[in-house]
């Protein structure tokens, strides 16, 4: 879910005609940035550009970036001298190029990026995608590189256009959250994505009334903080996400409601009530906790305690018997003893995952525990993580495997692997894939699970279907 591998092309891989405009967009990072690529394709298409999937067919290139560990921006001036290339071969035979950078490492290296990249045409932090038109302009005019990172008051949702159109699969992301006021010590969102802010909840059911037209049965709520979702509600009152599920599952009748990244300081009890009571909400819920360790969660500003967790999750168990937990770790944050990491793999071993996403701390600049001092050695922090993953990994399998012989209904979202398969997420959000017609695709049925592999699940379909 945080997989933070290159994405490229998002969008639909589709020829450049002389009637259109080629656009590659290479994303990076969590499913908000999925999100927002998709919003940008989206704002531009009126102007003719549509989705090519290599960079040297497009007139427009984004690289959607994403900051919160390693090495971000070493990869993105790698990436961009592989773009260099690509726009000088094109301006070779005439065509113009317009190079963008977008998302977090934008917000926070913008001027950085200008200095050292000047063949960059235009640099867009988060706030500002739906300016994305007029800086292409400014852009072709010749006017010199265009920086956009500031966090402007208006709310960029508002300006976005309506038109989204519906994915195909049967399952969308929305985002309702952005940004994040919580300042864990390691963490650079806070300031790539500013301060917590919520969309309106017409806005999101509007939305999410759109995607239902199309064919939508799965909605993935999205915010870097989304159970702090706080909008203005149609009866002028601040709606909760408690609130929010429950409008979406009811009256909009969406039948599968997942959101992500929770907090557990933000799991309050009129949410924890809605996962008793809408069978809407799915049975799998990403709760990061990063350390099970009181003395590094106090130093990493969680704000909550390894018990305050583990009391959460038996509240959430007796809401939701079976609901599945998934979760964040950092391993060797600074400061971080053998004693604190033997206390992470207790509460793992205790709460039971899965699945799960686990990282060696990565010091980020401007953050407090940059600066800290205390860090942890790399070969320590490699060693830690390889016996986390392990733990992990057998919590995973052992969760898998839990269901060979269950019946689940699929959603199928796209094609297997291999000819004449398809596959999906069951309620649980494990990959499942069946052979089965593509005409499956969009739509839930029950699937007899019998294989458990690496990382997905292989079963049989139970009902008779259409293979027409
Ligand atoms: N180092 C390592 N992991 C980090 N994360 C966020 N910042 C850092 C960092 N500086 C992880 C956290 C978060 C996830 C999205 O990325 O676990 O929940
Ligand atoms: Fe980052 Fe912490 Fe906010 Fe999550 S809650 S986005 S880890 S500051």
Known sequence: MNSLSP??????PQASTSSTRGLHVITWGCQMNVYDSERMSDVLRPLGYRAVSTP????MIILNTCHIRDRAAEKVFSELGRLRKVKEARAEQGAATVLAVAGCVAQAEGKEILARAP????????QTYHRLPEMVARAARAAGAVIETDFPVEQKFDFLPADRAAPAGGSAFLTIQEGCDKFCSFCVVPYTRGAESSRPA??????ARRLVAGGVREITLLGQNVNAYHGEGPDGRTWGLARLARVLAGELGIERIRYTTSHPRDMEDDLIAAHRDLPQLMPFLHLPVQSGSDRVLAAMNRGHTADDYRTLVARLREARPDLALSSDFIVGHPGETDADFADTMRLIDEIGFAQAYSFKYSSRPGTPAAGAGMHVPEDVKD????????????QQDAFNDATIGQVVPVLFTGRGRKPGQVSGKSPWLQAVSVEGPDSLIGQIANVDIRHRYTNSLGGILTEETDRA
């Open 7 to 12: 994405r490229p092309g998002v969008a639909t």
């Open 56 to 59: 040297d067919a497009a007139d």
């Open 119 to 126: 063949y960059v045409d235009i640099v867009l932090g988060p």
């Open 202 to 207: 017409q806005a999101v059911l509007d939305e």
């Open 383 to 394: 060693a830690r993580l390889q016996e986390l993953q392990a733990m992990l990994r057998v």
